[in-house]
């Protein structure tokens, strides 16, 4: 089973499964390896709190990885909000605390989530698209400290259309710039499976948008779930595997000491 690199734990402010049962379900799955990565999202307007505890964070998956050393590696990373103002906050907490990975996902658009129906008030739907993509290029740009960039195409598991008239040929130019600026900066992408289970049934990015990073000569790419419950944890990595190999990929990436490890699919 593939290792899941992107899921939540109750350390989330908006997940509240016990860590635990993710690591006991990634054992049952057969996996043998995986990457904790909660939220961590700051200066941000939001009903839910996304200020990771950073320590006490540690402190735990430090032990949990003592616990289950010899039956799962358990890797610890993080999934920071990504907001290109927050360029010197992310490395002065990067110089005080290691991880083994990062994602790096624009949630925010001038400190509003696409989650709510807010994010689309007053913008038609392609005008929203373009501000997240907009967001996402410049976040790509000025920021360095992550390892991948998640979900690049998350606005779309909101939009009042969802995927139905998006397509990576109808925003061609700027997601061709996203992917270019991660490739040149030597970052990677991850193939986020949350989208078959968010009416859009296909991953995030969709499959154009993974071809043409490959075209484009990009190398690293992790694969996870996005799960915030035990059930959805690996959930459908077998169509992940499959999609990846058509598409022309051979290897996936594993990261430890935000070191990239690449592994057969």
Known sequence: MLPDYHFHTEFSGDCEEPVRNQLEKAVSLGMDSVCVTDHHDYDVISHIDFH??????????????????????????????????????????????????????????????????????????????????????????????????????????????????????????????????IIKKGKGIECNTAGYRKDIFQPNPIPDVLRRYRELGGEIITIGSDAHCCQDLGADFNRARTLLLSLGYTHYTEFKNRKPEFKPL
């Not at 032990?63 to 103002?85: A, C, F, N, P």
């Not at 360095?144 to 998350?154: E, F, L, P, R």
């Open 52 to 181: 990771l505890d950073i320590n006490r964070y540690l402190t735990v998956m430090k032990q949990l990885q003592e616990e289950y050393r010899g039956k799962l590696d358990v890797r610890i990373g993080i999934e920071l909000g990504l907001q290109s103002h927050l360029k010197e906050y992310f490395s002065s907490l990067l110089s005080s605390y290691s991880f083994d990975f990062i994602i790096g996902s624009t949630h925010f658009v001038n400190k509003l989530d696409p989650y709510y129906p807010e994010f689309f008030y007053g913008k038609t739907e392609r005008e929203a698209y373009l501000q997240f993509f907009e967001a996402t290029l410049e976040n790509v740009m000025q920021l360095d400290d992550y390892d991948v960039a998640g979900h690049i195409d998350y606005v779309i598991r909101y939009g009042p259309n969802k995927a139905e008239f998006y397509s990576y040929h109808a925003y061609r130019d700027i997601l061709d710039e996203i992917l270019k600026t």
